[in-house]
């Protein structure tokens, strides 16, 4: 085997194995809404992902949080309503399809309204 062909092969390897070995990751929340009079709990909570869980977590509790998790064509993979707080919430969010994986996170709480999206 020629030096490039080995050169490609070992990237190659090593992307997969980072892939496959990649821990959980932190999902960045951005302010899509709040109603400025009714700012309720102002804690924004942090979510994570791990292939197929999504973690949930916050300084303070929430409670009657809507999760809304869709796939990269807008449909629906997972709703609930969840209360979230120092103990991690953890949601089993399988992808449906071969072609089909969660892409954004929307949190519904307090008049307020967070969009994340995943970054697999």
């Known amino acids: 085997m020629n030096k490039k062909k080995l050169l490609i092969a070992t990237v190659f390897c090593l992307g997969v194995c980072n892939y496959c070995f990649a821990g959980p990751y932190e999902v960045t929340l951005n302010d899509i809404h709040t109603d400025k009079g009714h700012i309720g709990n102002s804690c924004i909570p942090i979510v994570s992902s791990d292939g197929d869980?999504?973690?949930?977590?916050?300084?303070?509790?929430?409670?009657?949080?809507?999760?809304?998790?869709?796939?990269?064509?807008?449909?629906?993979?997972?709703?609930?309503?969840?209360?979230?707080?120092?103990?991690?919430?953890?949601?089993?969010?399988?992808?449906?399809?071969?072609?089909?994986?969660?892409?954004?996170?929307?949190?519904?709480?307090?008049?307020?309204?967070?969009?994340?999206?995943?970054?697999?």
């Open 53 to 120: 869980d999504v973690t949930i977590k916050s300084d303070s509790i929430i409670t009657d949080m809507t999760v809304v998790i869709r796939d990269q064509y807008g449909n629906v993979m997972h709703q609930s309503t969840q209360t979230v707080g120092p103990a991690e919430t953890t949601l089993y969010v399988p992808n449906t399809d071969v072609d089909s994986e969660k892409t954004t996170i929307d949190l519904y709480y307090d008049r307020r309204h967070l969009s994340g999206t995943f970054d697999e």
